[in-house]
């Protein structure tokens, strides 16, 4: 079932959301998908009536900025940034407004020192790859603990228009935070990024938006524990998996009849590695 709304088609689980709520009474004109709106409730929620710092990177007409005010509450101290010297505008309703280029490192490094540390920053400026991965990567040591940095219309890292498909596009440097986390784990090589393995703690993908989580107090290296419980010495059946390990250990067994000394551990590179990465290529089709 879909509603309408100004003469839009919405899907009805939108028409409820807090966040929704205030775009619509929000003044100015603000444009935004209808897919983030759940996104936004999901992940901002926890930072409502909160003395957030909350910045955006892209203001244009200002909707949005009302939007956040709406949504967060009057003590969210609300950060806008647009390359557009007219956003400075919206300074007499009570935001901060800085003029830059995110694209700029420069930019990023002034902002940081006349600001401090934020909670969330969230990009909706320019899109491109370069404007989305400096502004990423400038500002995740800015976060705060248990803040979140959003990356809007990440979709452009699959249009033409935006020099995409890349190796450098953004969504592409987004997904070298899935190996960042995982190198947190004791053995684990070094991941792209690695720099920031202290800082994020989780990622999350959605339909044209990416966030990250940061928070240095839970990026810590994962130990074994456990609860002392009572043990029936269950056997770890992990090495019974397959039909086809029992068929190597046959086959291992023939080899070493016919005088061929193969080891376990030879074989499973040599014979098996290959047979099952055969088997697991229809998951990557
Ligand atoms: C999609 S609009 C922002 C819309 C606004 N957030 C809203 O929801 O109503 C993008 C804005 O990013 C700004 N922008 C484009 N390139 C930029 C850059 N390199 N640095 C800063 N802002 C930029 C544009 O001037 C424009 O106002």
Redesign the pocket.
């Known amino acids: 079932m879909t509603i309408q709304f100004q003469n839009q088609t919405l899907n009805p689980l939108i028409a409820n959301l807090e966040i929704f709520k205030a775009y619509q009474q929000s003044p100015?004109?603000?444009?935004?998908h209808s897919a983030y709106f759940q996104v936004y409730e999901e992940l901002l929620s926890q930072y409502r009536g909160k003395s957030i710092t909350f910045v955006?990177?892209?203001?244009?007409?200002?909707?949005?900025?009302f939007?956040w005010r709406n949504f967060f509450g009057p003590q969210a101290r609300i950060i806008?940034?647009?390359?557009?010297p007219l956003?400075k505008r919206w300074e007499q309703d009570g935001f901060e407004i800085y003029i830059?280029?995110?694209?700029?490192s420069d930019?990023w490094k002034n902002f940081f020192s006349a600001v401090g540390p934020v909670d969330v920053l969230?990009d909706?400026?320019?899109?491109?790859n370069e404007?989305q991965i400096v502004t990423t990567h400038e500002a995740i040591p800015f976060i705060k603990d248990g803040g979140l940095l959003l990356v809007?219309?990440v979709h452009t890292s699959y249009f033409k228009d935006f020099g995409n498909p890349s190796k450098y596009s953004f969504i592409n440097y987004a997904k070298q935070f899935v190996d960042v986390v995982n190198s947190r784990f004791p053995g684990v090589q070094p991941a792209p990024q690695a720099r920031f393995k202290k800082a994020v703690y989780s990622v999350h993908f959605y339909d044209s938006i990416v966030g990250l989580s940061v928070d240095r107090t839970k990026c810590f290296t994962s130990s074994w524990t456990s609860n002392e419980g009572q043990t029936f010495e269950a056997e770890d059946y992990r090495h019974h998996d397959s039909a086809a390990r029992q068929l190597n250990q046959a086959l291992i067994k023939t080899f070493h009849k016919v005088g061929l000394k193969v080891s376990m551990g030879k074989f499973l590179k040599l014979v098996e590695a290959p047979l099952v990465k055969n088997r697991l290529k229809r998951f990557f089709k």
């Open positions: 100015y004109l603000s444009l935004k955006e990177v892209g203001v244009l007409n200002g909707g949005s900025l939007m806008g940034i647009d390359f557009n956003a830059g280029s995110q694209s700029s930019f969230l909706d400026g320019g899109h491109t404007q809007e219309d």
